[in-house]
């Protein structure tokens, strides 16, 4: 651990991850211009999911690299960089199951995403997260399924429309999970910190 703690806490180490996941996070928001560019204003700030993820770790990121401790973007980053990089690799080897082929943008898409996942756990011990920031966190994650599933602004994946409903119902137990990592990554008296 004390290797993997000099790593993550190595300055120029946060810098290139802070850069690798800025240009990610531009590149998931050109990613999502087709569907953004039929979404109704006022379901914009809910349909880029992954992308604003990023956006979240990078800002909580950019705050430890310069001693700030924004609890809240913290929060968000490890809630939502699980949440959307784990489903992100389902979604995508279920087009695979679905459609019997993945093209090489899906596999970047499963790589880029489960480590997405990883990150937000990996520097989670870094984080200050109050119950505040967890319950914030959490209600913006809750209220984006609201978005997606009863409003239908998901994000489109090939043919998986045909199976929105099972996909909703998976998505909602997902962010329950990801708001329990959170707490117990986060916010919980007995956790680990580094």
């Known amino acids: 651990?004390?290797?993997?703690?000099?790593?993550?806490?190595?300055?120029?180490?946060?810098?290139?991850?802070?850069?690798?996941?800025?240009?990610?996070?531009?590149?998931?928001?050109?990613?999502?211009?087709?569907?953004?560019?039929?979404?109704?204003?006022?379901?914009?700030?809910?349909?880029?999911?992954?992308?604003?993820?990023?956006?979240?770790?990078?800002?909580?990121?950019?705050?430890?690299?310069?001693?700030?401790?924004?609890?809240?973007?913290?929060?968000?980053?490890?809630?939502?960089?699980?949440?959307?990089?784990?489903?992100?690799?389902?979604?995508?080897?279920?087009?695979?199951?679905?459609?019997?082929?993945?093209?090489?943008?899906g596999w970047m898409l499963v790589a880029s995403h489960f480590g997405m996942a990883i990150q937000g756990l990996l520097y989670a011990p870094f984080f200050k997260v109050k119950v505040i920031h967890l319950m914030i966190a959490a209600i913006w994650t809750l209220h984006n399924e609201i978005i997606d599933y009863v409003y239908m602004q998901y994000p489109v994946y090939s043919q998986l429309h045909l199976y929105i409903q099972e996909i909703g119902y998976f998505t909602f137990w997902l962010s329950i999970i990801s708001i329990f990592v959170t707490w117990y990554m986060c916010a919980r008296s007995s956790r680990t910190t580094w």
């Open 1 to 105: 651990m004390p290797m993997l703690y000099f790593l993550l806490s190595n300055r120029s180490f946060m810098w290139a991850l802070f850069l690798i996941n800025l240009v990610g996070t531009v590149y998931g928001y050109i990613w999502y211009m087709p569907q953004l560019e039929q979404t109704p204003a006022v379901y914009l700030p809910f349909v880029p999911d992954s992308p604003t993820a990023s956006l979240f770790f990078t800002i909580a990121l950019f705050g430890l690299l310069i001693g700030r401790g924004w609890g809240l973007m913290q929060a968000l980053a490890v809630m939502t960089l699980f949440k959307y990089g784990i489903w992100a690799v389902v979604m995508n080897i279920l087009t695979l199951i679905v459609t019997g082929h993945l093209s090489w943008i």
